[in-house]
């Protein structure tokens, strides 16, 4: 999937998130907040500006939510994003009460909308990580002009082919047909195993 489908399935097939800011003690809250709508370049969300929610935004652009869908545990679709977001306004407002009528329950009239405003997660990488499938299946992607993050566990060519990361690995997403073997990046679940079981220290966290 590109970018845009990733931040389509948050808006559209999860929609309501668990979101973390930080306060002036430097300590994370969450929040329940829904993710209102997309484009290319990023998340669209809003707020009153009497929250306090508000005033940690505003105070720090810094932000992190994660959204779930699936019934349990191995139902689940989990997409994590952590990035920036900026406060643009009212001018979006009409836009986000369109495409999400429930908001007309909680803000019935124009003039109780009035503290309301709507901020843009600009820049961000997220990851997408889908439990339902076997071996798992994992995804990274970025927006914001800023890039794709590396991360997980890598072979090196220190590697001398023993094949022990194979035998503790749970997903068995290690490809030992060939030498350095290669950790298949898009079914690793990141638990380490390989990394603690290889005796040629030929496995990098990055």
């Known amino acids: 999937m590109q970018t845009k489908d990733y931040l389509k399935y948050i808006v559209e097939d999860i929609h309501s998130t668990v979101f973390a800011t930080v306060n002036e003690e430097g300590a994370p809250i969450t929040c329940a907040i829904d ?9 669209y969300f809003l707020t009153a500006k009497g929250k306090n929610f508000y005033e940690r935004l505003k105070n720090k652009e810094n932000i992190a939510f994660t959204a779930m869908k699936g019934k349990d545990t191995l139902s689940c679709v989990a997409v994590s994003v952590q990035g ?7 001018e979006k407002l009409p836009d986000l009460f369109a495409k ?5 329950k909680i803000y019935p009239e124009e003039r109780s909308r009035s503290a309301l405003t709507v901020f843009k997660i600009y820049q961000g990488t997220g990851e997408w990580f889908d439990l339902s499938k076997f071996p ?3 995804a990274s992607f970025a927006f914001g002009g800023i890039p794709e993050k590396e991360a997980g566990y890598f072979v090196t060519d220190k590697c001398i082919g023993c094949k022990l990361c194979y035998s503790k690995c749970p997903q068995k997403c290690i490809d030992i047909s060939q030498k350095p073997v290669m950790i298949r990046q898009e079914n690793c679940l990141h ?3 390989c990394f603690e079981i290889c005796p040629a220290r030929a496995v ?3």
């Open 84 to 90: 920036k977001a900026k406060e643009i306004g009212s």
């Open 191 to 193: 638990c380490g195993n």
């Open 35 to 43: 993710m209102m709508d997309y484009d290319e370049s990023g998340l």
């Open 204 to 206: 990098e966290r990055r």
């Open 136 to 138: 798992v299946e994992r």
């Open 100 to 104: 999400n009528p429930y908001m007309e």
